[in-house]
Nanobody
Framework: EVQLVESGGGSVQAGGSLRLSCTAS????????MGWYRQAPGNECELVSL???????YYTDSVKGRFTISQDNARNTGYLQMNSLKPGDTSVYYC??????????????????????WGQGTQVTVSS
């Protein structure tokens, strides 16, 4: 059975940092694109960042310079280091993995309903 398990969410004050982790079982990240989406109540599911098999990355404009995505294939774990957090970053964050580049839309109606493997989500709350 394939599973993605996120951890590392929590509550911080604006300007603080969190590191999200996504550990995979049942498959390996080596052959997949791995990324992070987020969705706040009433909002669309937004692609925050992804890392491709060749190591190149993507970040949505609002997190550039603040968030860093990485991947440790030996541990089959992906990470999202989030610095200088803002109240607008408050969301449930989901990791996703899939080898098909064409399914990685910048916005989805709902996270976890699209193709690919998804984690269960982890809440990030940033207070002002």
């Amino acid at each position: 059975e394939v599973q993605l398990v996120e951890s590392g969410g929590g509550s911080v004050q604006a300007g603080g940092s969190l590191r999200l982790s996504c550990t995979a079982s049942g498959f390996t990240f080596d052959d997949s694109i791995m990324g992070w989406y987020r969705q706040a109540p009433g909002n669309e599911c937004e692609l925050v960042s992804l890392i491709r098999r060749d190591g190149t990355t993507y970040y949505t404009d609002s997190v550039k310079g603040r968030f860093t995505i990485s991947q440790d294939n030996a541990r089959n774990t992906g990470y999202l280091q989030m610095n200088s957090l803002k109240p607008g970053d408050t969301s449930v964050y989901y990791c996703r993995a899939d080898s098909r580049p064409w399914i990685w839309s910048g916005r989805l109606t709902h996270c976890r309903t699209a193709l690919g493997y998804w984690g269960q989500g982890t809440q990030v709350t940033v207070s002002s």
